[in-house]
């Protein structure tokens, strides 16, 4: 599901920007090294497959409800990961500047959610050591399976984590989770499904192409394990940081009594995590200057001032500051990985 | 002087799932000769067509254009020279708008801005186009894209024109304007199509194809005229041959 | 199906609209684009509670669109039709916060929904933006304009050529969505199996497709650079307009313009 403007605050929109505008940037670059001019004309008329495959609904078996494509692992399969990823991106860009899906500063957002977990994660890391070249029908299938599961995954917690990072939702972290994992979960087997038999079909027709990218190498000249190794540090960070909110940001009910009873701060149950992040909000100030987001001296019109505004401004921005800071914490890891490799040829 | 002769010697393709397409085709077109290339669908039409400019490497024989017989080195100046126009617009439109397709072309040539921007006014010019100059290619309509697709290859200043189909899903009005358009060019021109009445109006000259071989080349009204080789070839006169033109009544 | 058809319709009103005439037409590209920009962040930098003083911003685009000839009865059809997974989530805000903030005589507003009419007039505000970005500028003086400012090369054109080919690949599959259609009843015909078939056909065709643009290029001498011809010149006049809509836009998010008016009428 699409990230849009109207739950993003600027902070949280405008570091997953940088981000993305990042990894479109060594795309870019990397596409261009590779020397294959077939790749100008395919990326594109495979962007346009994606938008016109997306028309196309069918009916998931014993749910009756319709389901669309996503395309993004078909894309990384047939692309290999550079490649797709700016399909992906541009097919993000022309659906927000058209169809309004997702917003222009949500634009950074999504083509990091829908882009990055599926191109660099999910595929990688699950598809190609499973299914490989696509030979044996099964691991094929197991793999595109599994990768789509997980790319998609991922990519709803990266709106779930935007989205709580900002703070324009009520919505309490623990009911947003279980909604949308389990939805995404399920989306992720049936595209999953759908990508094992097109591309099964694909390799069918025109086993050329599937060999031609399996023989590429997605991680360029990096060990599996330096991978592995900073995937787990980023694990470790959005773990800490998701289970600060979900312990620190209780029922939205119980946040507005307790604001109406005009407590400063909110409750921090881990003593020790809640004074460190405190601490690394102050060193690690994004915006300096964060009367954008106070809004103590223009209230609304026609609405009192209650007294207790700044301990909600003081929380969300906490909360914006630290999941920004994290976010770009990760970025610059995945940046810091990916980059130091040895041109091809 | 043998410029821009184009010479093709035992041709020979096979593609890939085994198909022989082309089995050994030799001719000869000269400078400013207007050749048409028919046969029946699946005759190694398209595919001969595809071996004039390199887009195709033969697994037999030869191309030569001009001075150059064809090889790797000598591709980027053949291209200038040979013009290829394809069956579907749709495939050599690719940039956002008519201008910049015409030239895409001429910028790939190095050409200094200038040069560029006359270039492009000049086909628009000679094709009847310079109003759509500014239009994207999905609001044409299928004349229109047919026009500009030449136009595209006119702006490269080709010597030798090759078009695939041309007259194809047009409307008549469209076609004759094609028509009278392809008339006026000084090119050496060679033109594949199942439009045989555009041949009769276009093309002195006939290369018969079935089954990757040429059956006959030679005068298109001689070609015309022999029943025989049309039907083993699958293909009929040309449509205003086939009955009187004032009482309708078919000939014997 | 039928919204994505409806949009691709309203598309080539996008493109009718880009090519009309006007002083905002006429502005350089980049401008418009970080216009654009400036006016999104401001918006959206907003608190969760407010909403009044996102009304001058409103006030704001109408005044471009009216300038630049957009009808806005086009951008709210457009606005309406998209179906916001932003305004599902925001339902949950007033089921939240119960919270009192003011009241209108005898009625009780709670923050849950001002902060969900908030959500409502963000995502109006950002998404009209966008669209009349496009719709003065049209999408492919955007795309020169953003590589201009320094996105990569390689990007844009990837953002031209999707655009070119969106048209002919949507009609594709607008054929192949008819044709299965008129072939299944009463729900049969539509599961998986079939739609994987009909995706691996139309991606098979797609990719000769490439391969035959592909082709094309080559033939015109095509060597894995695209040159984009960027004929764009930056007048005083369109930097000194952009600097005074800039600090207009942050003047209306610093100060509550609307609150203002309202002391204003009420004499306070």
């Known amino acids: ?345 | 002087m043998s410029h821009h002769i184009v010479e093709v010697l035992d041709l020979i393709h096979t593609y890939g799932d085994g198909t022989a397409a082309v089995r050994g085709i030799s001719f000869r077109i000269h400078h400013g000769e207007s050749v048409a290339v028919v046969g029946a669908n699946g005759a190694g039409k398209s595919t001969l067509l595809l071996h004039l400019n390199g887009s195709l490497t033969p697994q037999g024989g030869s191309v030569r254009i001009g001075d150059f017989p064809l090889t790797r080195e000598t591709l980027p100046e053949i291209r200038r020279t040979v013009g290829m126009i394809f069956q579907d617009p749709d495939d050599q439109l690719f940039m956002p708008t008519v201008a910049e397709d015409v030239a895409f072309g001429p910028l790939n040539l190095g050409l200094p801005p200038g040069e560029v921007e006359q270039r492009v006014t000049r086909a628009l010019d000679r094709v009847g186009v310079e109003h759509l100059r500014d239009r994207p290619p999905h609001r044409l309509s299928g004349g229109e894209k047919r026009a500009v697709s030449i136009a595209t290859v006119l702006a490269m200043s080709p010597d030798i024109l090759v078009l695939d189909e041309p007259s194809s899903n047009l409307d008549p009005r469209a076609r004759r304007l094609l028509i009278e358009l392809l008339a006026g060019f000084q090119h050496t021109k060679i033109i594949a199509t199942h439009d045989l009445d555009l041949v009769l109006d276009l093309c002195p000259r006939t290369i018969v194809l079935k089954e990757g071989r040429i059956m006959a080349d030679g005068p298109t009204g001689a070609i015309f005229d022999d029943d025989q080789l049309l039907a083993d070839c699958h293909l009929e006169q040309p449509l205003r041959l086939q009955a009187c033109p004032r009482c309708g009544r078919k000939q014997a | 199906m039928a919204r994505i058809d409806s949009a691709f319709a309203d598309l080539a009103a996008l493109d009718t609209l880009a090519a009309l005439d006007s002083p905002v037409h006429r502005l350089d590209p980049r401008v418009k684009v970080l216009t654009a920009l400036v006016f999104v962040v401001c918006v959206v930098s907003f608190d969760k509670y407010v909403l009044a003083a996102m009304a001058p911003f409103a006030l704001f685009l109408s005044l471009v669109m009216a300038v630049a000839g957009i009808p806005a009865g086009y951008v709210l059809r457009r606005v309406a039709l998209v179906a916001p997974f932003a305004m599902l989530v925001g339902l949950f805000n007033p089921l939240l916060d119960q919270q009192p903030q003011f009241f209108l005589g005898p009625i009780t507003v709670s923050g849950g929904w001002l902060s969900f009419g908030s959500i409502l007039l963000r995502f109006g505000l950002t998404v009209a933006a966008m669209l009349v970005l496009v719709a003065v500028t049209g999408f492919h003086a955007v795309c020169l304009g953003l590589e201009r400012m320094g996105m990569p090369r390689i990007f844009a054109v990837q953002l031209l050529l999707l655009y070119r080919y969106m048209f002919v690949l949507v009609e594709e599959g607008q054929r192949m969505h008819r044709a299965r259609s008129l072939r299944s009843f009463q729900g049969r015909g539509l599961g998986m199996r079939i739609f994987g078939h009909l995706i691996a056909g139309l991606l098979l065709r797609t990719l000769d497709r490439a391969q035959r643009v592909h082709m094309a290029m080559l033939c015109r001498g095509f060597d894995g650079t695209i040159r984009l011809r960027r004929d764009m010149r930056l007048t005083l006049r369109d930097l000194l307009l952009f600097l005074l809509v800039c600090l207009l836009l942050l003047a209306l998010r610093r100060y509550d313009c609307a609150q203002l008016l309202g002391r204003l009428f009420m004499g306070s």
């Open chain 1, 1 to 345: 599901m699409h990230m849009a403007d109207a739950l993003l605050s600027p902070a949280v929109g405008g570091v997953f920007w940088a981000a993305s505008a990042g990894a479109i940037a060594f795309c870019a670059k990397r596409v261009q090294r590779s020397l294959d001019d077939r790749k100008v004309p395919l990326m594109a008329v495979l962007g346009a497959f994606i938008f016109a495959a997306q028309m196309i609904n069918f009916t998931i078996p014993a749910t009756g409800s319709s389901g669309h494509l996503g395309g993004g692992m078909i894309l990384a399969i047939l692309l290999g990961p550079s490649a797709a990823f700016l399909t992906i991106a541009s097919v993000l860009t022309v659906q927000a500047l058209f169809f309004a899906d997702g917003g222009l500063l949500a634009l950074g957002c999504n083509i990091f959610n829908l882009g990055v977990f599926p191109c660099f994660l999910a595929y990688p890391l699950i598809y190609r050591p499973i299914a490989g070249d696509g030979a044996s029908p099964l691991r094929l299938g197991l793999g595109a399976t599994l990768a789509a599961i997980v790319g998609l995954q991922l990519g709803a917690l990266g709106v779930v984590f935007e989205t709580i990072a900002s703070g324009i939702s009520e919505l309490p972290v623990n009911a947003f989770v279980w909604a949308m994992l389990p939805i995404h979960l399920a989306i992720g087997l049936v595209e999953g499904l759908v990508t094992t038999a097109v591309v099964a079909s694909v390799r069918k027709a025109r086993p050329e192409i599937l060999a031609a990218a399996a023989a590429s190498r997605p991680l360029g000249s990096l060990s599996l394990g330096r991978v592995l190794a900073g995937l787990g540090v980023a694990a470790l960070i959005t773990g800490g940081a998701l289970s600060w909110f979900a312990s620190a940001s209780p029922d939205g009910l119980e946040w507005s009594m307790a604001r109406a009873s005009g407590k400063e701060e909110l409750a921090a149950p881990e003593q020790g995590l809640h004074s460190w992040l405190a601490r690394l909000q102050e060193k690690v100030a994004i915006l300096p200057d964060y009367a954008f987001r106070t809004n103590s001296s223009t209230p609304a019109a026609g609405e009192e001032a209650t007294p207790s505004w700044p301990a909600v401004d003081a929380g969300t921005t906490a909360s914006g500051l630290v999941g920004g800071g994290l976010t770009m914490l990760l970025a610059a890891a995945l940046g810091l990985v990916f980059r130091r490799r040895t041109p091809l040829r």
